[in-house]
C-alpha cells in the first residue's frame, strides 16, 4: 500500500509523544480501540484554568495511519476550547492525510479518542465540585 | 532509492539464471519453439523431447515416474485438480473430505467451493506447534472420506507436517492423500517411492524456476483417477487439456534439476542464515518464533514482535522487502488465519512478521536486516501505549477494551 506524504512525515517524525500523569487533575485521558482489532490509541490533554488544551500527547499501538490520525490531532487540539475539541470530526483527519478508504476507522478511532479524553477531564472535573 | 533486500522467499524467488538460460532456448525461430504435441515435423519433436526430459527432472526430484506427472500452471491449478477431481470421480463412495485450518487458500477455498457443491468438509485444527497429527487424521476419517489433503510445509510459518505418518493412515483407511508441497519440493527431501501420498502439488516460482508452472503428481500404483478439471486436446492423459508451453515446462524442469543437485548444501546455507536472524533477536524481551523450530523447513521463520502492530512494522523496514505474518495489509485487516489457527491471541497474531530467505541472501543482509528490525521496534515500543502497560505490570486482558 503506498501511503500519503501526510501519514509519512508524522509517522516519521511523531509529534507529541508521551504521556502525562493520568491522576492529575489537568489532565484527560481518552484510551480507544482493542488490542485484538490491531489498534489502540492513548490520546491525553492538559487543560489549563480557562478549559483550553494547553499541551496534548499520545502513544498508538497500530498502523502507520493509525499513529499519524492521533500524532495529527495532537496538533489540531492544543490551543482549543474543550467544546471545540470535541467537535473534530473523523472526515477533516482523513482528509488532511489523504487516507484510503480501508483507514478510515484509523480516524474515526482519533475522534473517538478526543472525545474520550475530554469526558475523561470533565468527569474529573465534576467530581472536584 | 535503493531496492529493497528482499526477505520473501516464500512469496516467490527470483528464476535462477542458469533456469532463464535453458527458458530462453525455447521461444525464437532459432530455438526449440515447436509444439510438444505436433507430430509430423521436427519441430514438434524437438519440442516434445524438451518437455519429456523437464518431466523426467521433476520426476527425479520427487523420485517417482515421469508418467506420474502432470503439468499445469501452478499449484493453485494442482490443488484445484487434486481436490475437486477427486470429489468429483469417487463421489459415488463418498462425499466427505478431510483438511486443516492452515492449509493455504488455494485449498481452503476449493474446498469451500465443494462445499457449495453439497460436499462435506473436515477442518482440522493443528496444535500450538502448527502441526496436524497422523492421528487426527485417523480420528477424523469416515466411511464416506474419499481425499485428505493436508499441506507438507505451512506457507506462513514454515512447520513440516508429517506426511509420511499421514499417508500411512490415509492408505490403510483406503482414502486418497494429496499434499500441497509448494513450499517444501526442492527445499527438504521428498520421496514418493518410500511416501503414501496418491497425489502432490508443486510449483515452479516457489524453488527459482518461472512463474505459471506447476505439476500435480497423480500416483499411477495403486490408481488414481480423477475428473478432468480443463477439457481439450486431451493433453496429460487426458488429465488436463491445453498446449504445453515449453520454455515454462523447461524451466521448471531445470530448477527441479539444481534443486536436487544442491538442496544438501543450499538447506544448510539457508539454515544458517535463518539461524542468524533468529538469533539477532535473541536478546529482545517479548519476541516469540511461531511453529515447532524442530520441524522446519530452513528458509521460513515466523516471529511476533509482542506490543507492536505489524504493519506499521512493516512501514518502518522500507529497505526490507517481507511480508506480515497477518493479512493486515490486504483489505481484511484480519489477522493471519494461520496464526489465529495455533491459538494465538490477536494482538500477538497482529504483531508477527514472515522473514524467509533464500539462494541469493547474504549474511550482510541478514546483519542489516536484524539491525534494521531491531531499530523499528525500539521505536515503535516507545510509541506503544500497550508496551507502556506491559512495562508497568498492567495486565492487558484484565483491560476491557472496546472492540470496534
Request: aromatic share 6%; hydrophobic share 40%.
Amino acid at each position: 500500500m503506498a501511503y500519503s506524504d501526510q501519514v509519512m512525515d508524522h509517522y516519521q517524525n511523531p509529534r507529541n509523544v508521551g504521556k502525562f500523569d493520568d491522576q492529575d487533575d489537568q489532565i484527560g485521558t481518552g484510551m480507544v480501540g482493542a488490542p485484538a482489532c490491531g489498534d489502540v490509541m492513548r490520546l491525553q490533554i492538559k487543560v489549563n484554568g480557562e478549559g483550553i488544551i494547553e499541551d496534548a500527547k499520545f502513544k498508538t499501538y497500530g498502523c502507520g495511519s493509525a499513529i499519524a490520525s492521533s500524532s495529527l490531532l495532537t496538533e489540531w487540539v492544543k490551543g482549543r476550547t474543550l467544546d471545540d475539541a470535541a467537535q473534530i470530526k473523523n472526515t477533516e483527519i482523513a482528509e488532511e492525510l489523504a487516507l484510503p478508504p480501508v483507514k478510515i476507522h484509523c480516524s474515526v478511532l482519533a475522534e473517538d479518542a478526543i472525545k474520550a479524553a475530554v469526558e475523561d477531564y470533565r468527569k474529573k472535573l465534576a467530581a472536584q465540585v | 532509492m535503493k531496492a529493497p533486500v528482499y526477505f520473501d522467499y516464500a512469496a516467490t524467488t527470483p528464476v535462477d539464471p542458469r533456469v532463464a538460460q535453458k527458458m530462453s532456448e525455447c521461444l525464437v525461430t532459432e530455438g526449440n519453439f515447436g509444439n510438444p504435441a505436433s507430430r509430423s515435423h521436427k519441430f514438434g519433436w524437438e519440442a516434445e523431447e524438451a518437455v519429456e526430459l523437464a518431466r523426467k527432472q521433476v520426476a527425479d526430484l520427487l523420485n517417482c515416474d515421469p508418467r506420474e506427472i502432470v503439468w499445469t500452471s501452478g499449484a493453485t491449478e494442482s490443488d484445484n485438480l487434486a481436490i475437486k477431481g477427486i470429489a468429483q470421480f469417487y463421489k459415488g463412495k463418498g462425499k466427505h473430505l478431510i483438511t486443516s485450518k492452515i492449509e493455504h487458500k488455494a485449498v481452503l477455498d476449493t474446498c469451500r467451493h465443494l462445499e457449495r457443491d453439497g460436499y462435506e468438509v473436515t477442518y482440522l485444527e493443528p496444535g500450538e506447534d502448527g502441526l496436524i497429527t497422523p492421528q487426527q487424521v485417523a480420528d477424523a476419517i469416515r466411511e464416506d472420506t474419499t481425499l485428505v489433503s493436508i499441506m507438507h510445509v505451512n506457507n506462513e510459518i514454515g512447520v513440516i507436517n508429517d506426511i509420511a505418518g499421514i499417508g500411512e493412515v490415509c492408505r490403510a483407511a483406503k482414502v486418497f492423500y494429496h499434499v500441497d508441497a509448494a513450499q517444501s519440493a526442492g527445499k527438504i527431501p521428498v520421496d514418493l517411492e518410500t511416501l503414501k501420498v496418491d497425489l502432490m502439488s508443486l510449483s515452479a516460482h516457489k524453488m527459482y524456476g518461472p512463474k505459471g508452472v506447476g505439476v500435480l503428481y497423480v500416483r499411477r500404483k495403486p490408481r488414481v483417477r480423477l475428473e478432468a478439471q480443463m477439457h481439450g486436446g486431451g493433453h496429460e492423459r487426458g488429465m488436463r487439456s491445453g498446449t504445453l508451453a515449453t520454455h515454462q515446462l523447461v524451466g521448471m524442469g531445470e530448477c527441479c534439476r539444481i534443486a536436487q543437485m544442491e538442496m544438501a548444501s543450499e538447506a544448510a546455507r539457508t539454515l544458517a542464515l535463518r539461524e542468524r536472524l533468529r538469533q539477532g533477536f535473541d536478546d529482545m524481551e517479548e519476541v516469540y518464533v511461531n511453529g515447532d523450530l524442530n520441524a522446519h523447513v530452513p528458509g521460513i521463520i515466523n516471529i511476533s514482535f509482542n506490543y507492536v502492530e505489524g504493519e506499521s512494522l512493516i512501514m518502518s523496514l522500507p529497505e526490507i522487502a517481507l511480508s506480515s505474518g497477518s493479512a493486515c495489509t490486504s483489505a481484511s485487516l484480519e489477522p493471519s488465519y494461520v496464526l489465529r489457527a495455533l491459538g494465538m491471541n490477536d494482538e500477538l497474531a497482529h504483531s508477527s512478521l514472515r522473514f524467509s530467505v533464500g539462494r541469493f541472501t547474504t549474511e550482510e543482509d541478514v546483519d542489516g536486516a536484524i539491525e534494521q528490525v531491531r531499530h523499528a521496534v525500539e521505536k515503535l515500543r516507545e510509541l506503544s501505549p500497550l508496551w507502556d502497560m506491559y512495562k508497568d505490570g498492567v495486565d492487558l486482558d484484565s483491560i476491557e477494551w472496546a472492540a470496534h
